[in-house]
Nanobody
Framework: VQLQASGGGLVQPGGSLRLSCAASGRTTSSYAMGWFRQAPGKVREFVAAHRWPGGYTDYADSVKGRFTISRDAVKNTVYLQMNSLKPDDTAVYYC?????????????????WGQGTLVTVSS
C-alpha cells in the first residue's frame, strides 16, 4: 500500500483546510485509516482515525469538534477536514493505514505511512 497525503499549506488562525490521503497498490477497505501529526521538537501524535467495518471514528481530545475524518471507499481516499485551526495545530500531518491490530491511537498499529504534508497556522 502506498499512501499520498496532500492539502497542507499556510492558513490563518480560525481558518480551514482539508487534507487528503490517497491509497494505491491495494484496496484499504478493510483497513483502519488514521491521521497523525508531528510538530517541531515533539513526538508524532494521534489526531484521528476511521475504522471499518462500521465507519467508527476516533479523535484526539485536542481536535474534537474541530476536525472531521471521512472516507471515500470508491476513491480509496481518506480526508481530514480541519476547521477553527489554531497555531498549535501547526505540524506535519501523516496518514497511515493499519490492518486492524491494536489500538488506532497507537503508531505501531499502522503498517503503512504516507510522506506527510505540512500545515502551518499563522497570521
Amino acid at each position: 500500500v502506498q499512501l499520498q497525503a496532500s492539502g497542507g499549506g499556510l492558513v490563518q488562525p480560525g481558518g480551514s483546510l482539508r487534507l487528503s490521503c490517497a491509497a494505491s497498490g491495494r484496496t484499504t477497505s478493510s483497513y483502519a485509516m488514521g491521521w497523525f501529526r508531528q510538530a517541531p521538537g515533539k513526538v508524532r501524535e494521534f489526531v484521528a482515525a476511521h475504522r471499518w467495518p462500521g465507519g467508527y471514528t476516533d479523535y484526539a481530545d485536542s481536535v474534537k469538534g474541530r476536525f472531521t475524518i471521512s472516507r471515500d471507499a470508491v476513491k480509496n481516499t481518506v480526508y481530514l477536514q480541519m476547521n477553527s485551526l489554531k497555531p498549535d495545530d501547526t505540524a506535519v500531518y501523516y496518514c497511515a493505514a493499519g490492518a486492524g491490530r491494536g489500538s488506532v491511537y497507537l503508531r505501531p498499529s499502522y503498517d503503512y505511512w504516507g510522506q506527510g504534508t505540512l500545515v502551518t497556522v499563522s497570521s
